[in-house]
């Protein structure tokens, strides 16, 4: 049994990057346990009825995935290159120092979102054994929308892990679609067609029918 740490920027990248990999591993019985990095806030242009039914949003999510902890650093959300990098990693590693992970999830270091951006690079310190001594892997996941709209040289993402989510693909939008305000019709990046039709892409490079991919960036053997 595995402890399992998804990172997510805001509430919907968990299951955009790595959904079925995390119904996944619930089903082999591991833990899973989900970082919120930011929050909507009114002064940034969302009613209170909106933040009420995320936060609503989040609680159902919660349940689908059947987390054995979330956390939500409450960062406001488009704010994150405003708060100081040390006390964003302060405030990821203070989290994960006792949680204590086996294997941790991350947004990717070039997705076009600024917000991913910061949470990448704060969480890329947790490469270091000497400071996060459980952690034995460490993987980035993709985020349709956010990392196929960073158009740098830099940007390339290339996956060098894929995990069949073939049994997990239909769950995985389901849970998606309870972002009511995130999911929205094709052509838009989030919508079925676009997260199936990335799930089957991934799958073609790895024999498998449906898979999530992901860029393995540190691993420690036993």
């Known amino acids: 049994m595995n402890k399992i740490l998804v990172i997510a920027p ?15 591993h619930f089903k082999q019985g ?6 919120i990095c930011t929050e909507a ?8 009825e909106e933040i009420k039914l995320r936060e609503s949003e989040i609680d159902v999510v919660s349940e689908k995935y059947c987390f054995n902890s979330v956390k939500n650093l409450k ?18 590693g203070d989290f994960v120092k006792i949680l204590a992970p086996d294997i941790v999830y ?13 949470i990448a690079k704060a969480s890329h310190s947790m490469i270091k ?12 996941y993709e985020t349709i929308s956010e990392t196929n709209f960073n158009f740098s040289s830099k940007a390339d ?34 919508s079925e067609q676009a997260i199936r039709s990335l799930a089957i892409l991934r799958g073609s490079q790895s024999g498998y029918s449906f898979a999530e991919a992901f860029t393995l960036i540190y691993e420690r053997q036993s």
């Open 129 to 140: 054994w000497f400071r996060y001594p459980s952690i034995k892997k460490v993987l980035v």
């Open 75 to 92: 960062i406001p959300a488009a704010k994150v290159d405003t708060f100081p990098m040390s006390k964003l990693i302060n405030k990821i």
């Open 41 to 48: 806030h009114i002064e940034l242009g969302w009613t209170q």
């Open 106 to 118: 991350l947004p990717n270091l070039y997705d076009a979102h600024s917000d991913h951006y910061f």
């Open 10 to 24: 805001h509430p919907d990248d968990e299951t955009l990057g790595c959904g079925g990999t995390l119904l996944k």
């Open 30 to 35: 591991d833990k899973t346990n989900w970082l």
């Open 157 to 190: 993402f290339q996956p060098n892990v894929f995990n069949n989510i073939s049994d997990y693909i239909d769950e995985k939008i389901n849970i998606m679609k309870i972002y009511n305000s995130e999911f929205k019709d094709h052509p838009f990046p989030r």
